[in-house]
């Protein structure tokens, strides 16, 4: 078996190349070629003798996964489907705007968690990815997009906030942040890097000791009554615990703020009482708060919040003087707004039959 060089951080390549009898400097080449340039062929990488180049084909390979898909929304948007083997695909998303574009990437083939309306936790869950296939996804993109480096690079902002609940697959997940963060690689800042959890405490601990990025926390709602129902992972960390984690956090956070994200579900925790509840929820722990419309997915339970219900939210919360926004909906006419992300996942948990066994029952 050929190692996959495209997995390997700077470490993880400074002791392959130890483990060939080469210098630790060949660690930095490789992962220039790799990242900065999107080469897959070692062929290409001239500053290496032929006979170092024939040894690397014979033992290395740099190898992404296959995209089974392609598409540009009316906005923008792009998708790629990017297939990772035993029927599972994933999906990565590019958000172009006008001074930043944004890459959203997967870090679980499915999710294990349920959050009620996220298309995702419907499709059940298969396994974590591996460092290089979350990786992958930034360098399929960015070679795709134009590679490069300079100010003016297309993909300025990485989050992860696709398939998946990135603090359940912790260390893959962490490698693959220090690649994007490598000056070698992508040389990305750490503000400029998102983990986005569904509350995940001692994963969110573990993160800011291990690699401390911008961390956004899916909050959705204001109390533990309802967030027990929308995000089942409250029943095992309840909001106390993750507001204290989230104060925790920002000891060594690259921002001085933690983003909570709150999706629109109408009628079900968008109204004024929820946003004079959110007020008092949130009031110590510095924050920006960004609404997100509910997007609709098939057989999805809710409907998103009428504009009116939104603005009022958000004017709930500015007039306390919290700081709230609202996402704009992006390319969700090839489903890739939020919690659209589905990808194809051969759930290992029997989640379809329960809820379709559920469907029926009610
Ligand atoms: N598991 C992580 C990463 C996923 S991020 C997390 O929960 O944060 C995807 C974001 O989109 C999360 O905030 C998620 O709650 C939100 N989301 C999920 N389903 C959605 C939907 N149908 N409409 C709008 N936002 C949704």
């Known amino acids: 078996m050929t190692v996959n060089l495209l997995g390997l951080d700077q470490e993880g390549l400074k002791a392959f190349c130890a483990g060939l009898g080469e210098k630790p400097y060949r660690a930095r080449q490789l992962l220039r070629w790799i990242h900065q340039a999107g080469v897959d062929d070692f062929d290409l990488m001239t500053d290496m003798s032929k006979a170092l180049r024939t040894r690397l084909q014979d033992c290395a390979r740099i190898t992404a996964p296959r995209v089974i898909r392609d598409s540009t929304a009316g906005d923008g948007t792009h998708k790629w489907l990017l297939d990772v083997g035993t029927g599972n695909a994933i999906e990565t998303v590019f958000i172009p705007e006008e001074n930043r574009g944004t890459l959203c990437i997967s870090s679980q083939a499915g999710c294990a968690l349920e959050c009620s309306f996220c298309s995702t936790g419907a499709q059940g869950f298969n396994r974590n990815l591996s460092t290089e296939e979350i990786i992958s996804q930034l360098w399929w993109a960015n070679r795709c997009l134009g590679r490069g480096v300079s100010a003016d690079r297309p993909i ?12 359940a697959n912790f260390d893959n997940v962490v490698a693959a942040l220090e690649l994007m963060l490598d000056d070698l690689a992508y040389g990305l800042s750490r503000r400029r890097v998102t983990v986005s959890t569904a509350g995940l405490v001692p994963g969110i601990d573990r993160l800011r000791d291990a690699c401390p990025v911008a961390l956004a926390v899916s909050l959705h709602a204001s109390n533990d009554e ?14 106390k615990e993750l507001l204290a984690a989230c104060v925790r956090y920002l000891d060594r956070a690259p921002r001085n703020f933690i983003m909570f994200e709150y999706v629109m579900l109408g009628g079900v925790n968008d109204s004024v009482g929820h946003a004079r509840e959110l ?38 919360l500015m007039q306390a003087g919290l700081l709230a926004t609202i ?6 006419d090839i489903e890739a707004a939020c919690g659209q992300l589905a990808g194809q996942v051969q759930d290992r948990t029997k989640r379809r039959q329960r809820r379709n066994v559920e469907e029926v029952a009610r």
Request: contains cysteine.
């Open 156 to 167: 300025s902002n990485v989050v992860m906030m696709g398939m998946g609940e990135p603090l």
């Open 226 to 239: 309802l967030r027990d129902r929308l995000v089942p992972i409250n029943r095992k960390y309840p909001i």
């Open 279 to 316: 007020v008092s929820l949130v009031k110590d722990v510095p924050c920006k708060i960004n609404l997100i419309p509910f997007n609709a997915f098939a057989d999805s339970r809710y409907v998103r919040s009428a504009p009116d219900s939104i603005a009022r939210f958000r004017d709930v």
């Open 327 to 332: 996402r704009k909906t992006r390319g969700d």
